[in-house]
């Protein structure tokens, strides 16, 4: 076997690394980001280690109605990570409108984005809690005074998020490629095939910029600063990664 048939081999077991299979959500998060590292590292496409087990679908999450400042983070995640995110909305089981967050790409890239999404929204929700823990007044008021923060913690933190991925793949088409880095082309490889997939799937996503009522500045403000603060790298358990090393 060649070197680089040896890689690919590697990355190949890497991405069949799923809950399907065994793994646990943080095992799979962990193989994911490894594969899509040594894809950067040999320059290879996704197209050439593909199988089909990790072929691009559709997956979806519900979010309540009432958590809009979660939108941001879903998005700017699951861009980072390879995938593509829309909304829909449907009826539950007890008749009422819920949200859901569509994803189109890959399993692996999913749970990675998936896993990092919810360590950002806990991380903002546990910082409000923090900010508002003693804070005395009326209830209604100090829940108007968090959802502002929580706003503006969302905001902020999406816009790192954002800022990353175009550190990686270049703001404009003839921005030259990072030294050392397969990225550039790896997304717009990866993300040329989820549009294909969207288009063969009559999915045509529309960006539609919704304005967020502040009403507390002060409260805004101050979920902005805690935004800049929140660690973007992957919370990984010495566990689970010394288990995928060992494979």
Known sequence: MTDKENIISKIQKLLNVSKENGA???EAMVAAERAQKLLSEHKLSLKDVEHKEEVIQFFEETVPQNHKW??????????LYFCKTYQSSKLDENYRKVKIIKFAGRESNKIVALEMTKYFIDTCER???KEFK??????TQINSMKRNYLIGCSSRLAHRLNDKWKEIIGK????PQLPGSGLPMLY??????????????????VSVRSRTSIRDR???GRGKTAGDGINLSTQISGKSKARLLSQ
């Open 24 to 26: 646990s959500e943080n």
């Open 70 to 79: 979660k939108d941001a983070i879903y998005h700017a995640t699951a861009q």
């Open 127 to 129: 910082l409000a809690e």
């Open 134 to 139: 003693s804070v005395i007044g009326n209830k």
């Open 172 to 175: 404009e088409d003839n921005q």
């Open 188 to 205: 717009k490889d990866e993300f040329g095939l989820i549009d294909m997939f969207l288009k063969n799937n009559g999915v045509n996503i």
């Open 218 to 220: 002060v409260a805004y």
